[in-house]
């Protein structure tokens, strides 16, 4: 019997490969906070091509290295988490996983980030610092961000860059913005107090379901008469709960809801007119409102000069640039650039439907030049530090 050596040599991962990765990622999708498999995928493909992880005792999700480790630090962030969807593409690598779905394109996210790494591993020597790869789980809990800046990732960082693939955009364009480029995410519970009473004798109640409704019809005229045009603001309700039959008047109705701003003043200028409408509609029926809120993400705003740079990477490597692209969806990426300056890139993917939608897809072509777009803005980035 022979043995053989233990073969020390990293692979070379060619675009193919990184396809290949991204289809198997799609394949195996684990929701927010459950990606054991994805990151114990990603480190066993990071290890391949010869790639330090450093252990930062994460439960999900994964940091690595590429550097001497002196110089400045520049990150590359990735999402690696999916949705509670059950796909309906039809693909031949449609998730395997029933109720789970790859469908904001976490999986293209990911294999961009291997692929990126791979470049730089080849070129690590030119490297004048180091880039930190961060593989964060839970986006779309708005959780990841959060716990890998609690666990130190950002220690020595100078500057951030995270990407998101845009469908309506098309493949070989990127989007990118000074400022604000997606908004801040907050969440609203408003709770309307009544008094129950018998369907057919409304008069000895104070109906919530009547009160809610104009409140619901009310919100509806802050961003049409209490904020500027020239402010980007949504105000959505999206659940209505009250009652429990069908002859009865409850005494409580609650409303729940999301607002979208980019904007520190509109952010507080929409806060005060829901609290204002709630209480004044609900005062005109007697009834009481109160208003709860669940503050999600700040905007995502990007910094002047690293957008810059990203331009300048664009268009060294041929893609087109499209300025003035923003989304009203909110991203945890903002949590690291209340640390450190970050831009975050729009790619375009050429989909046909929009984020979280069953049969969201992208077109795959996006994804070697954007793994070279991401390589060589963070070596730009460095050397801009260095300079
Ligand atoms: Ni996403």
């Known amino acids: 019997?022979?043995?053989?050596?233990?073969?020390?040599?990293?692979?070379?991962?060619?675009?193919?490969?990184?396809?290949?990765?991204?289809?198997?990622?799609?394949?195996?999708?684990?929701?927010?906070g459950e990606e054991y498999e994805t990151t114990a995928y990603l480190k066993a493909v990071l290890e391949?091509?010869?790639?330090?992880?450093?252990?930062?005792?994460?439960?999900?999700?994964?940091?690595?290295?590429?550097?001497?480790?002196?110089?400045?630090?520049?990150?590359?962030?990735?999402?690696?988490?999916?949705?509670?969807?059950?796909?309906?593409?039809?693909?031949?690598?449609?998730?395997?996983?029933?109720?789970?779905?790859?469908?904001?394109?976490?999986?293209?996210?990911?294999?961009?980030?291997?692929?990126?790494?791979?470049t730089l591993k080849l070129r690590e020597r030119e490297l004048p610092g180091t880039i930190r790869l961060l593989f964060q789980p839970a986006e779309e809990r708005a959780k990841g961000a959060k716990q890998l800046i609690a666990a130190g990732v950002l220690n020595g960082v100078e500057a951030i860059i995270g990407q998101h693939?845009?469908?309506?955009?098309?493949?070989?364009?990127?989007?990118?913005?000074?400022?604000?480029?997606?908004?801040?995410?907050?969440?609203?519970?408003?709770?309307?107090?009544?008094?129950a009473t018998h369907a057919a004798v409304p008069e000895?109640?104070?109906?919530?379901?009547?009160?809610?409704a104009q409140i619901v019809a009310a919100l509806q005229t802050i961003p049409a008469r209490s904020i500027s045009a020239q402010e980007r603001v949504v105000v959505s309700v999206t659940q209505i709960h009250a009652g429990n039959t069908w002859n009865v008047i409850?005494?409580?109705?609650?409303?729940?809801?999301?607002?979208?701003?980019?904007?520190?003043?509109?952010?507080?200028?929409?806060?005060?007119?829901?609290?204002?409408?709630?209480?004044?509609?609900?005062?005109?029926?007697?009834?009481?409102?109160?208003?709860?809120?669940?503050?999600?993400?700040p905007p995502v705003v990007n910094d002047a000069r690293l957008t810059r740079?990203?331009?300048?990477?664009?268009?060294?490597?041929?893609?087109?640039?499209?300025?003035?692209?923003?989304?009203?969806?909110?991203?945890?990426?903002s949590f690291y650039q209340q640390q450190v300056p970050g831009v975050f890139l729009f790619v375009g993917t050429s989909g046909s439907q929009e984020w979280h939608h069953p049969s969201f897809d992208l077109d795959e072509a996006a994804l070697p030049d954007t793994a070279a777009l991401l390589a060589d803005l963070a070596q730009r980035t460095l050397q801009g530090i260095q300079s």
Request: proline letters at 6%.
């Open 204 to 212: 000895n109640g104070i109906d919530p379901i009547v009160t809610a």
């Open 1 to 32: 019997m022979t043995s053989r050596p233990v073969d020390t040599q990293p692979d070379i991962l060619a675009a193919a490969d990184w396809i290949e990765i991204r289809r198997h990622l799609h394949r195996y999708p684990e929701l927010s």
């Open 165 to 195: 693939n845009k469908p309506d955009l098309p493949v070989g364009t990127i989007g990118v913005t000074s400022g604000p480029i997606m908004a801040a995410s907050d969440g609203f519970t408003i709770t309307v107090e009544g008094r």
């Open 309 to 333: 740079l990203a331009e300048q990477s664009a268009e060294a490597l041929g893609l087109t640039v499209i300025g003035g692209i923003t989304s009203p969806a909110s991203e945890d990426f």
């Open 250 to 297: 409850p005494d409580r109705a609650v409303l729940n809801g999301t607002i979208r701003t980019f904007d520190e003043n509109v952010h507080s200028r929409v806060h005060q007119r829901i609290a204002e409408i709630a209480a004044g509609v609900a005062a005109a029926h007697g009834a009481t409102a109160t208003v709860r809120w669940s503050g999600g993400p």
């Open 48 to 118: 391949k091509i010869g790639v330090r992880i450093i252990d930062y005792g994460l439960k999900t999700g994964l940091v690595a290295e590429i550097g001497g480790g002196s110089g400045p630090i520049v990150a590359l962030r990735a999402d690696i988490d999916a949705l509670p969807i059950q796909e309906e593409t039809g693909l031949p690598y449609a998730s395997q996983h029933p109720g789970r779905m790859h469908a904001c394109g976490h999986d293209f996210h990911s294999a961009v980030l291997i692929g990126a790494a791979q």
